[in-house]
T-cell receptor
Framework: DAKTTQPPSMDCAEGRAANLPCNHS???????VYWYRQIHSQGPQYIIH???NNETNEMASLIITEDRKSSTLILPHATLRDTAVYYC???????????FGAGTRLTVKP | DVKVTQSSRYLVKRTGEKVFLECVQD?????MFWYRQDPGLGLRLIYF???????EKGDIPEGYSVSREKKERFSLILESASTNQTSMYLC??????????????FGQGTRLTVV
């Protein structure tokens, strides 16, 4: 079973920040938090990952709580092309599996 | 560009047939994964492999087997296809070292229909 819990769907207005939450209360010390998204009919695409510090790249920011039991993916200025299913997963290193849950369907509206 | 290539985009097979889904990656990745995706269920892990000839069961291995004879190729086998195996199948690969080489890459998927 997936080790993460996400809301099934969210809406966001175009140009506004989209904040997608993820609960991973059973995360262990050596597990990383990863975010992927899947646009219709395509394979999932990597967005960002982190261990315990907040991370930012050209696509998004990742905020991980101090106890590491939850995180938030932030898309700072959502566009219509950000409409997708977003997956939060946790992974360790060598030899690890990669389990996805059902994800959050984000709909960006004009 | 990293490429994960799945042999077929669409496939139609008959019930009871033995079906092979092939996945090839060109980045020397240690890890390879097979998922199926059904509406409302997200991606479910069938099998994964972290090295040649090594395999581990995922959440739904029943009715499937896998083969990894070479590092770049990971095959999913449906020994006797059934209609409930009609689905989108996705292959992925990644390095093992998640600190420096982070992301998993996915193929475009094979939409399998069993009739």
């Amino acid at each position: 079973d997936a080790k993460t819990t996400q809301p099934p769907s969210m809406d966001c207005a175009e140009g506004r920040a989209a904040n997608l939450p993820c609960n991973h209360s059973t995360i262990s010390g050596n597990e990383y938090v990863y975010w992927y998204r899947q646009i219709h009919s395509q394979g999932p695409q990597y967005i960002i990952h982190g261990l315990k510090n907040n991370e930012t790249n050209e696509m998004a920011s990742l905020i991980i709580t101090e106890d590491r039991k939850s995180s938030t993916l932030i898309l700072p200025h959502a566009t219509l092309r950000d409409t997708a299913v977003y997956y939060c997963i946790v992974r360790v290193g060598w030899g690890s599996d990669m389990r996805f849950g059902a994800g959050t369907r984000l709909t960006v509206k004009p | 560009d990293v490429k994960v290539t799945q042999s077929s985009r669409y496939l139609v097979k008959r019930t009871g047939e033995k079906v092979f889904l092939e996945c090839v990656q060109d980045m020397d990745h240690e890890n390879m994964f097979w998922y199926r995706q059904d509406p409302g269920l997200g991606l479910r892990l069938i099998y994964f492999s972290y090295d040649v000839k090594m395999k581990e069961k995922g959440d739904i291995p029943e009715g499937y087997s896998v083969s990894r004879e070479k590092k770049e190729r990971f095959s999913l086998i449906l020994e006797s296809a059934s209609t409930n195996q009609t689905s989108m199948y996705l292959c992925a690969s990644s390095f093992s070292d998640l600190v420096t080489n982070t992301e998993a890459f996915f193929g475009q998927g094979t939409r399998l229909t069993v009739v």
